[in-house]
C-alpha cells in the first residue's frame, strides 16, 4: 500500500478496486483503465458502471480520467512517494464560494463552486439544500454533486436552498420555495434543481439571497442583462418593490433599470438595494429603524433613492429580527451609514439611530471595503486605503480584536497592516467573528488569515476551543491570531449560525479547509457529529 502525503492532501494507492476491500476516504483505486477517489468511506461500492459510464458520485469521484495505475509512480504495496509535481483535475478544485455581499447565510450546509463548473455540497440538507432529489432533511458528512445538468458559472445560498447562474444565463434552483422565490407561481419544496422562469430573451447575472436565520430564503432579487431586476417571495413590508405588500409567487418588476448591483438584508423583516450606473443608490421594504436611508423610518413598497452626496459603488446591509443597518460605499472612498446604532455597529460615536445615512469614514482615511456581522449585536469591519483595519460596535466575545469585551461606538485599532481582504461572519448575533487575510509576499493575492471572535467551539481554527481567554497563554481570541491554515488562502467565507459559525477557506491550489463546530456535517470531512476541531483540514470535494 502506497502512502502519498501532499501536507493537507494525503493519498493511498489500493490498486484495483475489490468489492470486498473497505475502502476510507482519500484511498485510490483503479477501475476500468480510470483511476477514482474515495470521498465516502464504503465496502462494494463500484466507482463506475463500465457498461454506462456512470460515476458512482455518493462514493467516488475521478482522480484522473483514462490514467492507469502505472502512470502514478507508486505501486500497490509500495511506499514510493509521487516524483513529480501533483495538480488536482478541475473537478477536485474548488473556484469560488458563494456570493458574500449581505445574502449568504449558510445553515450547518457547505456549498463550492468547482473549477469543472459542478456544485458540490455537504452538511446538513434541510429541505433539500443539497439538490440531489431527496426532498427530506438529510446529513452528508462529505460532499455530493449538485444534479444542475449543466455548468454553471456563479453560486448562491440561502438557509435551506441554492441557487446558480448557469452558463447560458439561465438560473437553476433547489431546496426551501415556501414564500415562492423560485418564481414558479407555487411554494413547492424542490429536492431537485428546477429552472426559475427568467422573462422571455432575458439571461440573469446576478441574484441577491436573504440572510435571515427565521423565514427561510423569504425573498430573492434577480439581476437580468438587460441591467432590470426582478423579484419574487415574501412581500410583508414592501421588499419585492412592485407597490404592493402581496405575495409573489411569481416573479415581479421593481420598475428599476440601468441597475449593475443588488442587495438584500432579512428574512420576515426584509429590505432591497441597488445601485444604478449613474451611482446612485436605490432601497425598499421594511424601514422602522431607517436602515433604507432615505430620511424617515416609514417602510417603502416601491424603490426610493437613498440620500448620498456622492456615487455609491458598494452597499452592504444587514439585519436581524426587526433591527437593521446599512452601509453605503462611495466612489471617493467616503463611508456613509444609516439605521439601527444600538450597540455604536455604524461608528458614529454615539448609539442612537440614523434614518438618514451619515459620514462615518476614519479622518484622513478612504475606506476600500466594509463588513459587518448583523443589525443587532452588530460589529463592523472596514479596510482601509493604507491597507489597515478599522473595527466597531459589539464586543462581548471580542470580536472586535482589540482584547476586551467593551462594546466601542468609535472606530478601534486592532493594528493589522498588509491587509488584503476582510471577513464578517453575517449571523444573526453576538457570537460572531471577524477575519482578515494578509499579504505574506506570495505575489499572486494570497495570504495568511487572522482571526478574532467567537471560539467556544473552536471556530476560528487557531488551536484551541476556548472563548474569551487564551489557551495556556497563547492565542487569545479577543485579538486577532493566526489560524491553523496554509499562508496560501484566497478566499474566506463562514459556516453556520450562532455558536455554530466556523470559518471556511479556499486556497490557491483549490483546497477547502474548515473548521470547529460538526453537528451536521458542516466540516464536510467527518462522519462524527460530536467532534469539535480548531484545526483546520481539507474536505474532500
Not at 419574487?232 to 428599476?256: E, I
Not at 505575489?443 to 484551541?464: M, P, Q, T, W
Not at 483549490?510 to 460538526?518: C, E, K, M, Q, S
Request: negative net charge; charged residues 15%; glycine residues 14%.
Amino acid at each position: 500500500m502506497a502512502i502519498i502525503d501532499l501536507g493537507k492532501i494525503k493519498l493511498t494507492n489500493r490498486g484495483d478496486w475489490d468489492n470486498a476491500t473497505a475502502y476510507e476516504v482519500d484511498d485510490f483505486v483503479l477501475h476500468g483503465n480510470h483511476t477514482f477517489i474515495c470521498i465516502q468511506a464504503n465496502t462494494n461500492e463500484g466507482p463506475y458502471d463500465i457498461a454506462t459510464g456512470t460515476l458512482n458520485s455518493q462514493y467516488w469521484n475521478f482522480l484522473a480520467k483514462g490514467a492507469a495505475q502505472s502512470d502514478w509512480n507508486a505501486d500497490a504495496g509500495d511506499s514510493q512517494i509521487l516524483n513529480r509535481p501533483v495538480t488536482l483535475e478541475p473537478h477536485l478544485r474548488v473556484k469560488a464560494f458563494p456570493r458574500h455581499e449581505s445574502g449568504l447565510h449558510s445553515y450547518r450546509c457547505g456549498m463550492v463552486l468547482m473549477e469543472d463548473d459542478t456544485v458540490r455540497c455537504w452538511g446538513y440538507s434541510e429541505n433539500g439544500a443539497h439538490g440531489t432529489g431527496y426532498n427530506y432533511n438529510l446529513t452528508k458528512y462529505l460532499p455530493v454533486t449538485v444534479g444542475l445538468n449543466g455548468k454553471a458559472s456563479k453560486i448562491f445560498q440561502s438557509r435551506g436552498c441554492g441557487y446558480a447562474i448557469m452558463k447560458d444565463g439561465g438560473v437553476k434552483a433547489w431546496g426551501y420555495n415556501g414564500y415562492g422565490s423560485f418564481g414558479l407561481n407555487n411554494t413547492t419544496l424542490r429536492p431537485s434543481p428546477v429552472d426559475v422562469p427568467l422573462p422571455p430573451g432575458r439571461t440573469c447575472i446576478d441574484i441577491a439571497t436573504p440572510s435571515a436565520i427565521g423565514y427561510s430564503n423569504a425573498h430573492v432579487l434577480y439581476l437580468l442583462d438587460d441591467n432590470t431586476v426582478r423579484a419574487a417571495g415574501y412581500n410583508g413590508y414592501g421588499q419585492l418593490g412592485d407597490n404592493s405588500t402581496v405575495q409573489r409567487k411569481y416573479l415581479v418588476d421593481p420598475g428599476l433599470s440601468g441597475i449593475t448591483e443588488i442587495y438584500t438584508s432579512g428574512g420576515q423583516y426584509g429590505a432591497s438595494y441597488a445601485i444604478k450606473n449613474d451611482g446612485t443608490a436605490w432601497a425598499w421594504g421594511y424601514n422602522p429603524t431607517g436602515q433604507l436611508g432615505v430620511g424617515d423610518t416609514v417602510n417603502k413598497s416601491a424603490p426610493v433613492q437613498v440620500i448620498l452626496p456622492a456615487g455609491c459603488t458598494k452597499i452592504w446591509p444587514s439585519s436581524s429580527g426587526s433591527y437593521g443597518n446599512c452601509f453605503f460605499l462611495l466612489d471617493d472612498g467616503r463611508l456613509f451609514a444609516t439605521g439601527y446604532n444600538g450597540q455604536g455597529t455604524l461608528g458614529t460615536g454615539n448609539a442612537s439611530n440614523k434614518s438618514t445615512p451619515i459620514d462615518v469614514t476614519p479622518a484622513g482615511r478612504t475606506v476600500t471595503d466594509v463588513r459587518c456581522t448583523t443589525g443587532t449585536g452588530g460589529s463592523t469591519i472596514i479596510l482601509l486605503d493604507d491597507k489597515s483595519i478599522r473595527t466597531v460596535g459589539e464586543n462581548v466575545n471580542g470580536t472586535l480584536g482589540v482584547g476586551s469585551v467593551t462594546d466601542h461606538s468609535t472606530w478601534q485599532n486592532p493594528g493589522m497592516t498588509d491587509v488584503l481582504q476582510i471577513h464578517a461572519a453575517n449571523i444573526q448575533n453576538a457570537d460572531g467573528h471577524f477575519a482578515v487575510l494578509v499579504d505574506v509576499g506570495n505575489g499572486d493575492g494570497s495570504g495568511k488569515v487572522y482571526a478574532c471572535g467567537y471560539n467556544g467551539n473552536g471556530n476560528l481554527g487557531i488551536g484551541h476551543k476556548t472563548n474569551l481567554a487564551a489557551s495556556n497563554g497563547m492565542n487569545d481570541p479577543r485579538l486577532f491570531q493566526a489560524v491553523f491554515a496554509p499562508g496560501n488562502i484566497v478566499e474566506m467565507t463562514s459556516i453556520g449560525q450562532t455558536t455554530e459559525c466556523c470559518l471556511m477557506l479556499r486556497d490557491s491550489s483549490g483546497n477547502v479547509l474548515t473548521t470547529g463546530f460538526n453537528t451536521g456535517g458542516q466540516r464536510g470531512n467527518d462522519p462524527t457529529p460530536a467532534n469539535i476541531d480548531s484545526v483546520f483540514s481539507r474536505v474532500p470535494v
